[in-house]
């Protein structure tokens, strides 16, 4: 089944999948918090031969939350193919379906990108990477806030229940699954 064809007998997200979005935007949630103390601590470590304990758990906590991150997405991706979801709730309109469609596989593209060029990053000498790293956080950053800004335009603009489905709150049947 391509990625535009979802399968129409079955709408809704299971709670495992609800439960691994959530997981993955508050990992990401916290390498945006956290990035400031991260590129000191970075810093420091490229300054200093030994580095502080402090510094040793911000990076340390960074790429493992990032590979966690990458784990997730994995999982959520084959979670996705046993259970395909219809995008934006399987809006009427063609070309928002497609867009919704094109928008999260972008996003899965670029937190892909993010861990892969983390991991370069980290564990090589390739500057090239760190560069990509640091300009993906805008590209994976505007796709987000877009993300969130579709969210809350199918609560308060379209008054469908997309983003209650994904909260798990719908009141509609057929948009949210209490289990697997
Ligand atoms: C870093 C943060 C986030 C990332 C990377 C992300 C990524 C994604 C992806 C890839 C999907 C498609 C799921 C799939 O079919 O496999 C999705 C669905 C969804 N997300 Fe997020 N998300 C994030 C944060 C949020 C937030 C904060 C909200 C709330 C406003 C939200 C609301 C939704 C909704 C409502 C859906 C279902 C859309 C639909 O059924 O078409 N997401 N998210
Ligand atoms: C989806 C996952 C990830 C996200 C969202 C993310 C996000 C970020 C952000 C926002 C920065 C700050 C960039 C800047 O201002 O220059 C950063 C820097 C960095 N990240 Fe990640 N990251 C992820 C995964 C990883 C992984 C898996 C690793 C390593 C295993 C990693 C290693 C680094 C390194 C080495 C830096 C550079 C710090 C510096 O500028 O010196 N990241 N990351």
Do not use: C
Request: no cysteine; glycine share 8%.
């Amino acid at each position: 089944m391509g990625w535009l064809e979802p399968n129409l007998k079955n709408p809704g997200y299971t709670k495992t999948q609800r439960h691994a979005h959530w997981w993955v935007t508050a990992l990401v949630a916290g390498q945006y918090l956290g990035q400031n103390a991260l590129v000191a601590a970075t810093q420091r470590m490229d300054a200093f031969s030994t580095p502080s304990f402090a510094d040793f758990l911000i990076t340390s906590y960074h790429s493992l939350a990032g590979l966690a991150i990458l784990v997730v997405l994995v999982w959520r991706w084959q979670l996705r193919r046993k259970n395909p979801v219809l995008a934006a709730g399987g809006m009427q309109n063609k070309s928002w379906a497609v867009l919704a469609r094109a928008w999260h596989l972008s996003l899965y593209l670029a937190l892909v990108g993010m861990a892969l060029t983390g991991v370069a990053s980290y564990y090589t000498d390739i500057t090239a990477a760190t560069q990509f790293h640091a300009v993906g956080k805008w590209v994976l950053g505007t796709l987000v806030i877009g993300h969130v800004l579709a969210g809350l335009v199918h609560w308060l603009v379209f008054r469908d229940q997309v983003l209650q489905g994904m909260l798990g709150i719908s009141r509609d049947a057929d948009t949210i699954r209490s289990s697997d």
